[in-house]
């Protein structure tokens, strides 16, 4: 395992000088492993071991490549890992979400145009008392993912829209038993824009926090 993780950070070193960009096809497997001094059984692993996390796409009869690097790519791993979490983790997934939320809205908030705000407020309209459970926990993601791509961070996107997904099922679940459930969403949802329409950024942050903690305690709650 040592000479493993020996191989992955010298092609990691590779990368981060710039010898390997993203998209660039590493050296055949032979000359590779002796420009590293490795064997190509140690290579061979390494390779593997990249792949899995998305760093390098492995394509067959064509060589090995380093992936875009993109945030989406680099941590569709982390999104794997969340999905096959048991239900009682979902809790502290919340917790995170509590923690990150609030931080989108503090960056989107000085960078919210007018533009944004009325769509913002669109997509409030689309909700009202009548609105379905399903379509409702959709409008939350969709709104959330816009106010975190205000945010101007990629990473923290992605991030947020794993956690997103990996929560859709409590939030539906609450949907269906909590009364006032769309109701209450919408309420918070229009704080929030209202406070980025103020470029209030503390404002915006304090209520996606309130919007966040709403459901992780009655999350808490109902798993008693």
Known sequence: MAVTDEAILKIKAMIRS??????????????????????????????????????????????????????????????????????????ELFEVRRILEPAAATLAAPRTTADDIAHLNDLLAQVHGTTSVDDLVAHDQVFHRYIAELAGNAYLTSLLETLSSSTMRARIWRGLSEEGAVERTLTEHRAIVEALARGDATLAAAHATVHINGVAEWLRQAMG
């Open 18 to 91: 710039g010898e390997l960009r993203p998209g660039d096809r590493l050296p055949p497997e032979k000359e590779l492993s002796e420009a590293l001094g490795l064997s190509r059984s140690s290579l061979r692993e390494a390779v593997k071991a990249l792949e899995v996390i998305r760093v390098l796409d492995v394509r067959r009869g064509d060589g090995t490549y380093v992936t875009s690097l993109t945030p989406d790519i680099l941590l569709d791993a982390m999104s794997f890992v969340v999905d096959i979490h048991q239900d009682s983790s979902v809790l």
